[in-house]
């Protein structure tokens, strides 16, 4: 999702897609009580106030590794929400068992990725990609599981390693990992060691070799020749510390939590950027057509993208707290939005990451699935473009393999109504009224800390998005500072 | 197919692969008529001889357009094979209409993949390929088709046109093309423009964008910024009047040679080069070890590519001769063997471009598929590697979504034994008795006017190409001359 509120240009009219295979829901909504849920408490933030009042978020409450977990909305992918993390019983006995073993060192990213994998957001993939699960994802978008059915898998989930980490393995069948700061975080079991051939890699995902990709140049050109593949298992959950992980809702948790709240549709939006109302018009909008046909009680699931993104892009921090002012402002409703943090890295990668986006989505229990223009798109690095076709997001999406299951949203474009003076689903027949503000011009309103026209964004969580630029400025002033008087 | 006989270096053996699913064949053989062939008549060209005795090859025994061609072996992708010839009673009404309507250039190579679509060597697919079919192609290499199953489609088969091109297109539905002659070839009916992104259709189809690609340079580079698909029909058969027509057999031609022979398992051999004794080998192992799973009549389908190769290659016309004096020699069993030419261009585009060599075969009706170390491979432009993993195009193929129905037969390594004096499968135990001889060393003798080792090609065969190489020097001897004599 871009910053942009110039949305998307397409013809397709939201939820009024026979052909994205959208049924009316079942009359019968599976495991209804007859008691209703009562009111949420409210927490003072409003994003939260969900979850705290869920019992699932008890840490001690775990379930048994091997449970299978059965949503009344969509099954995860490959039948069982996959989970990595040992049991807390046997954990001493496997962190005596990594210890003894040659170690891999992740880097912040490669972490990210183990939470990904361990929490079952890739499920069914159970561990780093081996070469022939590689091959499939590189080539198809997609792996053949056992019953000869497709799941969606676009992204190559890889651990590379350098040469001199290859030798140490040796002949070794399991390896441990160590995370960035030392500590032991799980083993990898039944390895596979094979080339990463990261021309390949970077042409086939990203559609481009053109310098100055974010993820190339962060993780792939620094890392080593090898992938390394195998079944993972963790210690611990993974966390972050960094006053966000009440935010890090599992798969688990969230299907919980939807099955708590009677969900009978759960439609998910991805970001990676602040909520302006042209974001909330559509989310409001969805959710008032599903009412429209026939749902009682769709559920918005609000999902920040939490791992790497680029330096420009606005960090996770504050992003978190500029979309729970929109929750306080009221612009979207608490009592039906959950928010969560997705934690997979940003790729950049457009029509290839949005499969992922959505995929992930599927095991997280929400069957449908909003996308708008240029999804996961951004700038061309090296040409005055689009890196991709802003409408190649959604088209791929709709026909990509795995993804049958999964209703799909095209969304309708928003832009400032200079008339009506809110954020509104832009009306050809008046053309001249409506007002497209680039993600560049809106940061350009931040950094000067001037107001964007009036009902762009509520004025909370505009203040939270000045403040950081503010900040920065801050920030980058008392560098140069330094710089001069040295 | 590479020129090197070190033909790859993995483990699989030959027919011994469960995984693959490689079944029995049924015990009764469909369609099996109580009277068996008679030996076919031989004629000079033993390539020809079951062609020239075949009742198919008149040319006006044409079937109609519609008629669905069942084999008793393997059905076409989609159900029934594709032809866009339109019938002789059309087709002065057709050229009326194709006149009449904004045209279209084709290249040689474009009339090529007309030739390929026409004759349904691309079934399901009835054209070039409009956006939705593009994209799918190339993120998916897979179409699904209207039962929701998926065929094979890993090239994008596509028609470009430049600025001017689409302008005088304008808003017309239906184009005419006109062949590089300058003759009318067909109709495009119910056309699609949409973006020609060169970078991401070379990075998803190779990838790499390296520069010095074959079919890029010749090909996509110099071709115009817009794509146009839509439903081809042609007015009639794509000829090239090279002397070498006659073996441009369609699939419906081969399926009913296949028929007559009463053939119970085909396994077709793509290559580009000339076949030596170590290829032979392979082949002929292979119709052994189906006789001894209890086929009775496995046939083979040799089958060069005639379309656009890298100007190092051995020319067609140079390589059928070799072919013929193979099978003249008797190293390959003219009574068991099917020599045609497979109309497609070459992209070297390595384990993506493999699945659509393969994907051909089974719309020509052959059921196996012999798949060597890094097929459509080449040399790295830029870097001093092979450009693809040499063990990636095999395991790729037997993963590939469509390709489920076609048995692959990954071979073994081949090699000239020193002791034996001849091509056999390299063993391990006694490795230094065993000379691998690259496809660069091989030209270098045939440049050279030098022998292989004996038994590495049958003499005939050997000949043509040392003529060949012969040619190419006093051509380029002749043409020094003309430059110093200026």
Chains 1, 2 share one sequence.
């Not at 990992?177 to 080339?195: A, F, T």
């Not at 708008?372 to 951004?378: F, L, N, S, T, V």
């Not at 954020?423 to 001249?432: G, L, Q, Y």
Request: hydrophobic share 35%; net charge neutral.
């Amino acid at each position: 999702m871009s910053l942009t509120i110039k949305l998307h240009d397409c013809h397709l009219n939201l939820l009024n897609n026979n052909h994205l295979g959208i049924s009316k829901p079942k009359t019968k909504v599976p495991n209804l009580k007859l008691k209703f849920r009562t009111k949420p408490i409210y927490h003072s933030d409003p994003l939260l106030s969900v979850v705290y009042n869920s019992t699932m978020h008890a840490s001690s409450a775990r379930p048994p590794q091997s449970a299978v977990i059965k949503s009344s909305l969509i099954d995860p992918d490959g039948g069982a929400l996959v989970d990595l993390v040992v049991p807390e019983s046997q954990r001493a006995a496997k962190a005596l068992e990594a210890e003894a073993l040659p170690k891999v060192r992740l880097t912040k990213i490669d972490l990210e990725w183990v939470h990904v994998i361990s929490e079952g957001w890739a499920s069914p993939l159970r561990g780093f990609m081996r070469e022939d699960q590689y091959l499939q994802s590189l080539h198809f978008n997609s792996l053949r599981i056992e019953d000869g059915s497709f799941v969606n898998m676009s992204l190559p989930i890889v651990l590379a390693i350098d040469d001199e980490t290859k030798e140490r393995i040796g002949s070794s069948n399991n390896v441990g990992l160590v995370g960035p700061g030392g500590d032991l975080v799980g083993v990898l079991s039944s390895i596979e060691i094979y080339k990463h051939n990261k021309e390949e890699r970077i042409a086939r995902t990203w559609g481009s070799t053109a310098p100055g990709l974010p993820y190339v140049e962060e993780v792939i050109t620094p890392a080593g020749n090898w992938l390394i593949g195998g079944d993972l298992e963790v210690l611990d959950r993974v966390k972050y510390n960094d006053g966000l992980d009440h935010y890090r809702l599992s798969p688990r948790q969230l299907r919980k939590e939807f099955d708590r709240r009677q969900a009978d549709a759960v439609f998910a939006f991805q970001l990676r950027n602040p909520v302006h109302n042209g974001h909330a018009l559509l989310m409001n909008d969805t959710r008032r057509r599903l009412l429209d046909m026939g749902y009682k009680n769709p559920i918005l699931l609000l999902h920040p993208l939490g791992g790497f993104t680029k330096p420009d892009d606005v960090p996770l921090d504050v992003r978190m707290e500029q979309h729970s002012k929109v929750l306080e402002d009221g612009v979207l409703d608490p009592e039906t939005t959950i928010v969560g943090i997705f934690p997979s890295p940003m790729h950049y990668a457009g029509p290839t990451e949005v499969q992922w986006h959505a995929k992930a989505r599927i095991n997280a229990g929400a069957n449908f699935y909003i996308v708008g223009r240029d999804p996961a798109g951004m700038g061309h690095p090296t040409e005055n473009r689009d890196l991709y076709d802003p409408d190649h997001g959604k088209k791929v999406l709709s026909m990509a393999p795995g993804l049958e299951k999964l209703n799909i949203l095209p969304f309708r474009v928003a832009a400032y109504d200079t008339v009506e003076k809110k954020m509104a689903f832009f009306d050809p027949s008046r053309a001249k009224d409506f007002l497209f503000i680039s993600g560049t011009k809106m940061r350009a309103y931040a950094k000067s800390g001037e107001n964007p026209p009036d009902g762009f964004m509520c004025p909370s969580g505009w203040k939270v998005l000045v403040n950081y630029y503010k900040s920065l400025q801050t920030e980058e002033a008392s560098q140069q500072q330094a710089v001069l008087s040295t």
